[in-house]
């Protein structure tokens, strides 16, 4: 008798073919070394072809080169000391803003707000919100924030930035009769 193919999910896992090529893998692995340094290579090791790289790079299956780029950018200008988790870098790849961002961003209104806050409205009932008390509200927005988060970390795009509606033509006020 043959014998039977194992039943276990690890086993019959076959690679992958959605994953970060080798060369853009390693060259992150390079930068996040010489941004973090030792916690990056204490983290995750100094191999991008070891166990961690190979999960980084199922992760990160489908982010550009672009991205990948603003990523690192924006590690830069987290001024973190500690490395990002996957999911957080792969945030970042993609522009998502953290919620603080966010926060800030509602309490300008002269911001100009990224179309990731366009995917968070749709998911917020604003006259609710609005009315709700300080902790409901942001436990709403948080809500919010968390679905449209997790619609473009699956890959979801991102609404269109709507154009400004050009105004009517002005005319000239004519003077009402004396008669009206």
């Known amino acids: 008798a043959a014998p039977r193919p194992s039943a276990s999910p690890i086993a019959s896992e076959k690679p992958s073919s959605a994953m970060l090529p080798t060369q853009p893998r390693r060259t992150l692995w390079l930068r996040m070394a010489e941004i973090y340094g030792h916690r990056w290579s204490s983290s995750f090791g100094d191999d991008p072809d070891g166990s961690a790289g190979e999960t980084w790079a199922k992760g990160l299956a489908g982010v550009s080169a672009p991205q990948l780029a603003a990523g690192l950018s924006a590690c830069i200008a987290s001024a973190d000391p500690w490395p990002p988790t996957l999911p957080d870098f792969r945030a970042r790849c993609l522009g998502i803003p953290s919620l603080a961002h966010v926060k800030l961003l509602l309490r300008d209104e002269a911001a100009e707000k990224p179309p990731f806050m366009a995917l968070i409205f749709q998911g917020l009932d604003l006259y609710n919100w609005r009315q709700a008390d300080q902790r409901l509200a942001d436990r709403k927005l ?6 449209a988060r997790e619609h473009v970390m699956l890959g979801g795009a991102l609404p269109v930035p709507r154009t400004a509606i ?13 008669e009206v």
């Open 142 to 147: 948080s809500d919010a924030y968390d679905v």
């Open 166 to 178: 050009e105004s009517p033509e002005k005319r000239k006020p004519v003077p009402a009769s004396p």
